[in-house]
C-alpha cells in the first residue's frame, strides 16, 4: 500500500512516504515555528518525488508523542484532515519508537521539553523500556560512560554528558525509515487521536482537566480502558 508518515514532535520534524513497491522518500522540516508551514509543501514533494497522486494514498500514520505540545498537534491535525479528506486508514505510533534504536548499546534519548524538563527515553535489548518527561538531575543518573546519548537535550543541559557519555550527532529527528515500518504494521487507530504529551503544558494547563493540571491525552485515555 502507499503510505505516509508524519512526526513533529521534535525541532527536527519528519514527511516519510512510502509506494506500494517499496521506494521510499522524505523530508526534514524544522526548526519549531516552522513546522505548520512546511508540512503540506513536505508531504506535496514526496508524493511528486515517488510519483504517488494524494488519491492512491491508503494509509497516514503520525507520531504521537511524547514531544511539543504544538509540534504534536501540528503533525496530528494534519494527518486527521487528510484522513478525512481522502478516505484513508490513519494510524499512530510511539515517537520514540521512530528515533534511532542500535540495540547493542545502552542508549537514552533525550529532547528539550523547556521549563526545565527533558523528554526522555532508556532503550533496552527489546527497544522502548521507558518514555517520560523528567528534570535533567534524573535523567543524567541514567547515563553512564558507555551510554549512547540522542537528541538536543545536552545543548541545554550539558551535565548530562558528565560521566563521559558518547553524544551522537543529530539531526536529532525520528528514523523516517522506521516511521514507515511503524505506520505499516500498526493497527488501525479507533476513536480520538490524541497526542501523548508525558507532562502538561500551559496551553493543557488553561484548558486541561483541573485534576490533572492538563489536558487528557491519549495515555489518560488508555489507562481509563
Not at 4 to 12: H, I, K, M, Y
Not at 106 to 130: I, K, P, S, T, Y
Request: proline share 6%; aromatic share 6%; with cysteine.
Amino acid at each position: 500500500m502507499n503510505i505516509l508518515a508524519l512526526d513533529t514532535g521534535f525541532s527536527d520534524g519528519v514527511v516519510a512516504a512510502q509506494r506500494r513497491d517499496g521506494q521510499r522518500a522524505h523530508r526534514l522540516i524544522g526548526p519549531f515555528g516552522t513546522h505548520g508551514e512546511r508540512i503540506l509543501t513536505a508531504i506535496q514533494e514526496v508524493l511528486i518525488e515517488l510519483k504517488i497522486k494524494p488519491a492512491d494514498l491508503n494509509r497516514v500514520g503520525v507520531g504521537q508523542g511524547p514531544g511539543s505540545f504544538t509540534g504534536l498537534r501540528i503533525a496530528l491535525a494534519t494527518a486527521q484532515g487528510l484522513a478525512t479528506g481522502l478516505q484513508l486508514e490513519v494510524v499512530a505510533y510511539p515517537t520514540f519508537e521512530a528515533l534511532p534504536q542500535p540495540r547493542e548499546y545502552d542508549l537514552v534519548h533525550v529532547f528539550d521539553a523547556r521549563r526545565g524538563q527533558l523528554f526522555a527515553a532508556q532503550m533496552g535489548a527489546d527497544g522502548l523500556e521507558m518514555a517520560t518527561c523528567e528534570d535533567p538531575i534524573t535523567v543524567a543518573s541514567w547515563i553512564g560512560a558507555k551510554t549512547l546519548v540522542f537528541g538536543d537535550g545536552p545543548i541545554r543541559y550539558p551535565e548530562l554528558l558528565a560521566a563521559g557519555a558518547t553524544w551522537l550527532e543529530g539531526p536529532y529527528a525520528v528514523v523516517p525509515e522506521r516511521a514507515l515500518d511503524l505506520t505499516r504494521s500498526a493497527s488501525i487507530h479507533k476513536g480520538p487521536l490524541l497526542p501523548t504529551y508525558r507532562r502538561g503544558a500551559e496551553a493543557q494547563v488553561i484548558f486541561g482537566s483541573p485534576l490533572l493540571n492538563r489536558a487528557l491525552d491519549a495515555d489518560d485515555l488508555a489507562d481509563q480502558t
